[in-house]
């Protein structure tokens, strides 16, 4: 099973332009047919678009709520993606399946503490393996935030996991450390199932006329 995981960074590219490339970047994600797709720092508008972009089962949660209705975000994101950013358009993950796996189950929990910027962990339970996608607070100051919120991450799954079944959390966690796999603050962590190395997407390969699509890169790890 292959799982990728990517920071969208809201369709913008790096450096920042001034369009919005988020289809491109799902289509470019899912067209090589990974099993398991981990999005992060979606617009709530593009939530309900991922399953015709990729052909996948999509799940999403929502993080960040927006005061405006989602296509107005949109809209206002498309006029300006550099000044209407996730407090117009909200902001959502979205854990992305291919046809013929079937999510038995999907939860979604609050990880940050009150008052503080809203993050969620969401994970479906396939047959066999629970899978949790996440992006944690960027606190680069206070590495005990994000880890933290990593902690109840890993709690939800473990929760969701039945006796004998695989464990993955996947995401931008927020957070380097010499004992997690990826060398920048992306991440795919297993247990309890055999798994390859974490491998990084090079710059390259998500050229999109000329811009590097993201100011992060897809990771991915195949398990089992």
Do not use: Y
């Amino acid at each position: 099973m292959l799982i990728r995981s990517w920071n969208l960074f809201h369709g913008r590219t790096a450096p920042p332009g001034s369009g919005v490339h988020l289809r491109e970047m799902v289509e470019l994600a899912s067209a090589d047919a990974p099993d398991v797709l981990c999005l992060q720092e979606l617009p709530l508008w593009a939530l309900g678009r991922l399953g015709d972009w990729s052909g996948m089962t999509a799940r999403s949660a929502v993080a960040k709520r927006t005061p405006v209705p989602r296509w107005l975000g949109r809209v206002l994101q498309r006029r300006d993606p550099r000044r209407f950013r996730s407090g117009v358009t909200g902001q959502g993950n979205a854990i992305l399946l291919a046809p013929g796996l079937e999510p038995l189950e999907h939860r979604t929990m609050r990880i940050s503490e009150p008052g503080r910027e809203r993050r969620v962990c969401h994970a479906v339970r396939l047959e066999g393996v629970v899978i949790g996608n996440v992006h944690a607070s960027n606190e680069f100051s206070r590495p005990d935030v994000p880890r933290a919120e990593l902690k109840r991450a890993h709690q939800l799954i473990e929760s969701m996991a039945g006796g004998g079944e695989a464990r993955v959390l996947a995401g931008d966690f927020n957070l380097r450390d010499p004992d997690l796999p990826g060398p920048n603050i992306d991440h795919i962590v297993v247990a309890g199932i055999e798994h390859g190395p974490l491998e990084v997407w090079p710059a390259d390969r998500r050229l999109h006329n000329g811009a590097v699509l993201s100011d992060h890169a897809p990771v991915e790890m195949r398990i089992g």
